[in-house]
Each structure stands twice: as C-alpha cells, then as structure tokens.
C-alpha cells in the first residue's frame, strides 16, 4: 500500500528535518519544501494527502502562501504549524483555510495524530496507508494490557486507568516495541520529537510517573536495563 504523502514546507532545517524523519518513522512519504515559492510549485505538480505548513517563511507568509493555493485549485489537508500559538494566531490560521493549528514546540506523536485526523475528515483514505495503529484510533495490546487511542486508558483485565497525553505516548512506544530494548535516545527522538538531548531527566520522570500509574492496574512490565534503555516485557502482560 502506498504511505500517506506530506508535504512539509519549513525553512528551518532541524525542525524540517526533524519533523521529516519523524513523519518517516511512523510510515509516511514525505516531500520538503523550505520557501513559499518551493512550496507552490511542489503543491500544485504533486499529489499530497496534506501539508505541514511553516506559518513564518523567508519569501512569504503561510496564511498568503495557502490563499495562493486554493486560488490556484483543490488543496490537500493543511496542518499550520508555527511559534506564534496565541487564540488569535490560531483564529487567523484557521480562518485562512488550515485545516488545524498546532503551535511549536510540538509532540511528534501529536502532530501525526493531527495529520491522520484532518486526512480523515477530508474523506481521504488514511486507515490503509498508516502503520500506527494507536494514532488512526486503534487501540494497541501486550497480553492483557491494552492501551485505547480513543480514551488514553490502559487496561489490564478489569482495571482501568487514564494517562495524560504524555504518559499515552511513552506507553504507546513501549508497546510497539514490546519485549526490545528502546534508548533513552530513542523516546527524546521519538515521544518528545527532540533531535537534541535536552540534559535533563524528562524521560526518567516521565517513566517513573508512569510506572506509578501502572502499578494501580497491578501491572508494571516497563523494566530499566541499566546502560541500555528500558524494556516493556510481554511475559509481564500475561
């Protein structure tokens, strides 16, 4: 099946490249464009299921550069994505014809999720072309424990808990790579969508308020491999 195609229009090379790889890891094609000029032509001699448009460009303004675009003809789902995240920089970019708004810094996991969702309002087929399960509203499972994208709640046979958006993501991870070792690196790049070690213990924090909410369902199978990286095992789940 053919993957999602994206169009990221970002003049900043980490950011796109960052957003770029992380679109790529979660299964989609993406295409990058780093002016307004770029962008246009990329858009309008190519098939896209959405953009990822920078709202502050070196030749243009993203509000200008999507009037253009829907000037010129159909225009695929567009996420606006920018540093100006106030309720009017919101309101403007909404009412410019974005499909959604999300203000940086941003979660990787929470931008795809977006894509996927303004992809399905636009009656575009994204549930056979995306491999994340979790984000496409499906729901992920080890053994007995389940993990539901439309709640946030984990499950272990009768128990239930809720995770906050955070606590979702790491435990989202986790599971798809139940019973590997998964870096400290990996969740910075994968779950934060950091292409830098930000030296602090975000992701030791985060896990070990995890691991807390786990232990109310009787069920903690994340285990820490001192060096390596930490482990969700299967045998746990059981």
Partial sequence: M?????????DDPAIAGQICHGLMARGYATDLAASGEAAFKACTGGQFDAIVLDRMLPDTHGV?????????????????????????????????GADDYLAKPFDMSELSARL????RRGGRKTEDK????????????????RLESASHRATFGTEAIE?????????????RHADKIVTR???????WAYSFDPATNIVESNLSRL????QVLGCDPIETRRGEGYVLRADLCK
């Fill in 2 to 10: 053919s993957a999602i195609r994206v169009l990221v229009v970002e």
């Fill in 64 to 96: 200008e550069l999507l009037g253009r675009l829907r000037e010129a003809g159909p225009v695929p789902a567009v996420l606006m994505l920018s540093a100006l995240g106030s309720v009017e920089d919101r309101v403007e970019g909404l009412v410019a």
């Fill in 116 to 119: 996927v969702a303004i992809c």
């Fill in 130 to 145: 995306a491999e994340d399960n979790s984000e496409l509203g499906g729901d992920l499972t080890v053994g007995r424990l």
């Fill in 163 to 175: 995770l906050n958006r955070k606590q979702f993501s790491l435990m989202a991870y986790l599971m």
């Fill in 185 to 191: 690196a990996m969740l910075i790049e994968n779950v």
């Fill in 211 to 214: 691991r807390t909410r786990l």
